[in-house]
Antibody
Framework: QVQLVESGGGVVQPGRSLRLSCAAS????????MHWVRQAPGKGPEWVAI????????NYAESVKGRFTISRDNSKNRLYLQMDSLRADDTAVYYC???????????????WGQGTAVIVSS | EIVLTQSPGTLSLSPGERATVSCRAS???????VAWYQQKPGQAPRLLIY???SRAAGIPDRFSGSGSGTDFTLTISRLESEDFAVYYC????????FGPGTKVDV
């Protein structure tokens, strides 16, 4: 079945780095843009970043620009989020999500992973 | 950055009633890039509506979306027990933003 599985979350000290990974299965990964979305405890979803199907275009929320990097490996059906200079307010569940547009970004996310928790604390 | 506001914050209704959730954007948004999601506790959001009015795969026809410009609406024609949840609107252009959510409860 169509599935996204995130990994790499955990507890990290402020200022440190963490790399999240998302494994896609059950669908052809390469034609679709992919997103990272996070949700802090008790809050609504916050979009973090998007990468185009071929990895040539990236876009970031202002809150993470310059600190986070999204990337993908279409040969491995994997999406990544490199998070540097982490802050307490980056604490959240991080979801990877598939864009429903094939070859074009619509930002409507029709497949979501179960999420991986990131806690930034000293 | 486009800011989305939703009203009401909470909607208290009973099964069988009609639910109407409003989403207003701080500036004009292309309808092509407006989506609605449902989220239940402990779960990821679920896509209901994309392109302002198109239902996602597997979404019952009691869910409908409408609107244009700065004002968009999600309607649930007759609430079922499984529809009690939080609903978020979302826009794209050129970055993505979500509304604050509307909780539909009993």
């Amino acid at each position: 079945q169509v599935q996204l599985v995130e990994s790499g979350g955990g507890v990290v000290q402020p200022g440190r780095s963490l790399r999240l990974s998302c494994a896609a299965s059950g669908f052809t990964f390469s034609p679709y843009g992919m997103h990272w979305v996070r949700q802090a405890p008790g809050k609504g979803p916050e979009w973090v970043a998007i990468i185009s199907n071929d990895g040539s275009v990236e876009n970031y929320a202002e809150s993470v620009k310059g600190r986070f990097t999204i990337s993908r490996d279409n040969s491995k059906n994997r999406l990544y989020l490199q998070m540097d200079s982490l802050r307490a307010d980056d604490t959240a569940v991080y979801y990877c999500a598939k864009d429903r547009g094939r070859g074009v970004v619509t930002a409507a996310k029709d497949v979501w992973g179960q999420g991986t928790a990131v806690i930034v604390s000293s | 950055e486009i800011v989305l506001t939703q009203s009401p914050g909470t909607l208290s209704l009973s099964p069988g009633e009609r639910a109407t959730v409003s989403c207003r954007a701080s500036q004009t948004v292309s309808s092509r890039y407006v989506a609605w999601y449902q989220q239940k506790p402990g779960q990821a959001p679920r896509l209901l509506i994309y392109g302002a009015s198109s239902r996602a795969a597997g979404i019952p026809d009691r869910f409908s979306g409408s609107g244009s410009g700065t004002d968009f609406t999600l309607t649930i024609s007759r609430l079922e027990s499984e529809d009690f949840a939080v609903y978020y609107c979302q826009q794209y252009g050129p970055s993505v933003s979500f509304g604050p959510g509307t909780k539909v409860d009993v």
